[in-house]
């Protein structure tokens, strides 16, 4: 026998039992050092005695028990101020604040198809968690601005408007801009139908809770269901909860474009996440600016855009986001901020939605900014002699209907007035009826023929 073998085996035990201590010790947690609810203001919870990071987790527990979890949004001197994502009821002072670590984790993968979820991750349907998913933060990846795939194909979504008039590219980023009850909802849901997309995400942010039953089950329907995920987060949710809505239906819209997938993500709307945001951010004491808006509301809505739009490889996030204008005023602060971020916007008219005008679309002041990039020159001439003879009515629209034009004044006006039926009734569409971009073109060369004389 080799007197070493002994020595050997010795050692390997004392390595191995080692190894089984240290594995022991990593999985002991770590003190977690309580604190303190001080204060409560509104929304705003103040915590004391313990020390956490912006945008990580507390348990506040209160004296029955219950647990509230919500999230480190700023800091003072030794204070901690968060905003709970659930119901505040019961909570007391001297409540116990536990500090949980890490930011918010949510389900992403394949089984998420189907499904309805809230801003918090947590499922709505009533059916179980999907077994195979996988957990990932809010924040996604950023992308290089100059490894992203440049728009250059043209995305069919079945309206004939905006598909002959503002093309939409896939991976480029919409706004739908309209006051309050002028059709965007509508025209969202038109889109959602039609528009070819392995999936669609669809966050309702801030919304009236009545309309997401109405979206899965009217606009949606079964077929529609199957290749989409629902993220929930009605106006009766506390404004971290919306905010967490909007960054996990975006987030989700990554996951499944960072597997190759050519996604639609739909946002209505991307106004009351704004909203959210100001209502936090004045809840811990930021100076409001511009109507009352904080900066950091503005820093807020690019952070979010910008992570649509087209990858590396070759999937791509296609966003709209409805902005509501408040009191139709286009230059609302959030709709002159989201209008300048975004690739392009489709502004809803209500003085066309009063007159039974449907979509209400205001060719005049809509915009793809990818149009140049994605539709070829005949394509490009057509819609801009369309949208010159609609313009050329439009400005004289007054005198014509008060009978003080003469006719033969201005032979342009004379073209405009000839033409003005048809271009009003290509415009139009019903809410059930899908036309194609080739069919969208077609109709373009049709209505601009000139008519025949005699």
Request: hydrophobic content about 40%.
């Amino acid at each position: 026998m080799n007197p070493g073998i002994p020595e050997l085996n010795h050692s390997a035990r004392w390595r191995a039992h080692l190894a089984q201590r240290r594995a022991r010790v990593a999985e002991t947690p770590s003190l977690v050092v309580e604190g303190q609810l001080t204060r409560m203001v509104g929304l705003t919870l103040e915590a004391a005695g313990c020390v956490a990071p912006v945008g990580s987790r507390c348990l506040v527990v209160g004296p029955d028990g219950g647990r509230v979890e919500a999230e480190v949004v700023g800091f003072s001197g030794g204070k901690l101020f968060l905003m709970p994502s659930g119901n505040i009821h019961g909570l007391m002072p001297n409540s116990r604040v536990i500090p949980t670590g890490g930011a918010s984790r949510m389900r992403m993968g394949e089984s998420l198809l189907g499904r309805v979820l809230d801003g918090a991750g947590r499922f709505l349907d009533g059916l179980p968690p999907p077994p195979r998913t996988e957990w990932a933060t809010l924040t996604g990846k950023t992308i290089n601005p100059l490894l992203r795939k440049p728009i250059r194909e043209p995305l069919d979504v079945g309206v004939r408007a905006i598909n002959a008039l503002l093309s939409v590219g896939r991976g480029q980023r919409m706004g739908l801009f309209a006051g309050s009850g002028v059709g965007k909802s509508v025209l969202l849901g038109m889109m959602t139908r039609f528009t070819n997309a392995e999936v669609v995400v669809v966050g309702l942010i801030g919304e009236r809770g009545r309309e997401v039953q109405e979206f899965i089950q009217e606009i949606l329907g079964p077929e529609g269901m199957a290749r989409a995920v629902v993220v929930a987060a009605p106006a009766d949710d506390p404004p971290l909860r919306r905010l967490q809505g909007a960054a996990l239906a975006t987030r989700i819209a990554e996951y499944f474009r960072d597997s190759g997938r050519q996604v639609l993500l739909l946002m209505d709307s991307l106004t009351r996440y704004a909203q959210a945001q100001r209502e936090i951010a004045l809840a811990i004491g930021e100076p409001p600016a511009t109507k009352g808006y904080p900066p950091s509301v503005f820093a807020k809505i690019p952070q979010l855009v910008e992570r649509a739009g087209n990858d590396t490889v070759g999937g791509s996030i296609t966003a709209f986001y409805t902005v509501l204008a408040e009191g139709d005023d286009q230059n609302d602060p959030i709709a002159d901020a989201a209008r300048a971020i975004l690739d392009g916007h489709v502004v809803l008219s209500r003085r066309l939605a009063e007159a039974g005008h449907y979509p209400a679309i205001d060719i005049e002041a809509s915009i793809s900014r990818v149009m140049p990039k994605i539709s070829g020159p005949r394509h490009q001439q057509l819609a801009r002699r369309f949208k010159h003879l609609y313009s050329t009515y439009e400005q004289h629209r007054d005198l014509i209907n008060v009978g003080a034009y003469v006719a033969g004044s201005d032979p342009s006006v004379d073209e405009a007035r000839e033409y003005q039926p048809r271009l009003k009734q290509f415009l139009t569409q019903g809410m059930d009826e899908q036309v194609t971009m080739a069919d969208s073109l077609r109709a373009l060369e049709v209505v601009l023929q000139p008519k025949a004389k005699g």
